[in-house]
């Protein structure tokens, strides 16, 4: 029995995750649901576009507040601990008032390994709201402070901890290993935060997975198997129904491509990022005798905190846009016949509306201690996605990617690996998404069974 209607409070602060949200909310009206759909945005601690996006639907927005009026990124903020613990009675005042004005059932998040999020989820659970973690990608496998064991570095200033400026005055570049340890430290001496497991353990009462291969590792995690939904990503279903009226291209006299920004400089892998542009600069050079060339910068990416001078100023000779509501994906990557990017969803987008991805492949970013997600083993490995690692390479590649063939194979493979990679790509996610909603509301327990398994 359906209810009559449903009362759900969200929290993000990337549009796509939005974007997800309000596929989930669509099926769910389409079923016959009154559905009220709050937002709480992140944008004070992780600026973005959340607020814009929630807005876009016409969904109420609360922000999440951040009583210092600090406006530094969370990943740049010295004493973001502190800071953050003393915010939680903020953030318990403005839960009270929400669920007073709202009176919730369900809480849905796509991440759960931040304190603000977990400050939320027992926040949430504490007025009685069932918990619903919707996965949206491989980074959970990647955790979400750097491993310790890594030994890539960062330039200190980024990481905004006073005292390791003292070091980088005699060592230049300080290990982001230890950057880790302080932070765990500084974290543990902070008792009035909440602790924080690894992606999928901090109180969830149903995760909505997005693929084989990460519900796979959720398992190991320890994650109970009877908590998991097989659903997909919901994100991906109006890429799946634009793909099915419609194919990219630019229909001009030349041909269009997009160099892709995977955002790695703003959350301090400042190493990676600087090869990558590195790179892609000089691939966009190569291509502009023979393609219009866009870069493209993800939502909330300041180049100008963390490029040197000269390559900010090669970045004046094209032309830029930002990832942002005015440039949605499902638009954009219309307009060309090549995406070329690091290892970043939106490859995965071009791919399904059948647009060529290529992988741009630094060879600085397989240095000793070199932070690879998992994104980047699906499109190299799995489905074989073309890649440039030298500006020489550029020709050939962008040539024999234009050949249909190119394309019809990737596909293939997609379809081959679908399950392990996606669940599915068949622009039902929203709907498993809102039927796990409708059974956490109701109380009924979720559907045991083990994730799909894979090679």
């Known amino acids: 029995?359906?209810?009559?209607?449903?009362?759900?409070?969200?929290?993000?602060?990337?549009?796509?995750?939005?974007?997800?949200?309000?596929?989930?909310?669509?099926?769910?009206?389409?079923?016959?649901?009154?559905?009220?759909?709050?937002?709480?945005?992140?944008?004070k601690w992780y600026p973005n576009e959340g607020r814009t996006r929630y807005s876009s639907y016409g969904y109420e927005v609360w922000d999440l507040p951040r009583p210092s009026g600090c406006t530094t990124s969370w990943w740049q903020t010295q004493g973001v601990f502190e800071e953050a613990a003393a915010a939680l009675p903020a953030l318990n005042r403005m839960v009270d008032k929400l669920c007073a004005r709202h009176d919730p059932s369900v809480f849905?998040?796509?991440?759960?390994?931040?304190?603000?999020?977990?400050?939320?989820?027992?926040?949430?659970?504490?007025?009685?709201?069932?918990?619903?973690?919707?996965?949206?990608?491989?980074?959970?496998?990647?955790?979400?402070?750097?491993?310790?064991?890594?030994?890539?570095?960062?330039?200190?200033?980024?990481?905004?901890?006073?005292?390791?400026?003292?070091?980088?005055?005699?060592?230049?570049?300080?290990?982001?290993?230890?950057?880790?340890?302080?932070?765990r430290a500084r974290r543990a001496a902070t008792p009035a935060l909440p602790s924080v497991g690894v992606f999928g353990t901090n109180g969830s009462d149903l995760v909505?997975?997005?693929?084989?291969?990460?519900?796979?590792?959720?398992?190991?995690?320890?994650?109970?198997?009877?908590?998991?939904?097989?659903?997909?990503?919901?994100?991906?279903?109006?890429?799946?129904?634009?793909?099915?009226?419609?194919?990219?291209?630019?229909?001009?006299?030349?041909?269009?491509?997009?160099?892709i920004s995977n955002g790695s400089g703003s959350f301090g892998y400042l190493a990676a990022a600087v090869a990558f542009y590195e790179l892609a600069?000089?691939?966009?050079?190569?291509?502009?005798?023979?393609?219009?060339?866009?870069?493209?910068?993800?939502?909330?990416?300041?180049?100008?905190?963390?490029?040197?001078?000269?390559?900010?100023?090669?970045?004046?000779?094209?032309?830029?846009?930002?990832d942002n509501g005015s440039s949605r994906s499902i638009d954009f990557l219309m307009d060309f016949d090549l995406a070329v990017g690091g290892e970043s969803t939106v490859l995965l987008e071009a791919l399904i509306l059948g647009c060529a991805p290529i992988l741009l492949d630094p060879p600085a970013?397989?240095?000793?201690?070199?932070?690879?997600?998992?994104?980047?083993?699906?499109?190299?490995?799995?489905?074989?996605?073309?890649?440039?690692?030298?500006?020489s390479e550029t020709s050939g590649v962008c040539t024999s990617s234009a050949d249909p063939s190119y394309l019809r194979g990737l596909q293939l493979r997609l379809a081959q690996r679908q399950e392990w990679l996606f669940h599915a790509l068949d622009g039902q996610s929203g709907r498993r998404v809102a039927e796990a909603i409708l059974d956490a509301s109701s109380g009924a327990e979720p559907e045991a069974g083990g994730a799909p398994g894979g090679s």
Not at 13 to 29: F, K, N, P, Q, T
């Open 281 to 322: 600069l000089d691939v966009a050079a190569e291509l502009q005798p023979t393609h219009d060339v866009v870069f493209r910068l993800k939502s909330g990416e300041q180049p100008r905190t963390f490029l040197p001078a000269p390559l900010l100023d090669r970045m004046g000779t094209i032309e830029m846009v930002i």
């Open 1 to 43: 029995m359906l209810p009559e209607t449903l009362n759900i409070v969200s929290t993000a602060s990337a549009g796509h995750v939005i974007d997800a949200y309000h596929e989930v909310v669509r099926v769910l009206e389409s079923l016959g649901v009154r559905v009220t759909h709050v937002g709480i945005n992140l944008d």
């Open 108 to 183: 849905l998040l796509a991440d759960d390994a931040g304190l603000l999020e977990v400050a939320l989820i027992r926040a949430f659970k504490q007025r009685r709201c069932s918990v619903v973690l919707l996965e949206h990608g491989y980074g959970h496998i990647v955790a979400s402070e750097p491993d310790p064991d890594l030994v890539e570095s960062v330039e200190p200033a980024e990481r905004g901890e006073a005292w390791l400026g003292q070091v980088a005055r005699r060592a230049r570049r300080v290990p982001l290993r230890l950057v880790a340890r302080v932070r």
């Open 208 to 259: 909505c997975t997005y693929s084989g291969l990460s519900a796979a590792r959720l398992v190991r995690a320890g994650v109970d198997q009877a908590c998991l939904r097989p659903t997909g990503y919901p994100y991906f279903d109006q890429f799946v129904r634009r793909a099915q009226l419609e194919r990219p291209g630019s229909h001009g006299d030349r041909p269009r491509a997009v160099i």
């Open 365 to 391: 970013a397989h240095a000793r201690g070199a932070v690879r997600s998992p994104l980047y083993g699906v499109l190299k490995d799995e489905l074989q996605v073309s890649r440039i690692s030298q500006p």
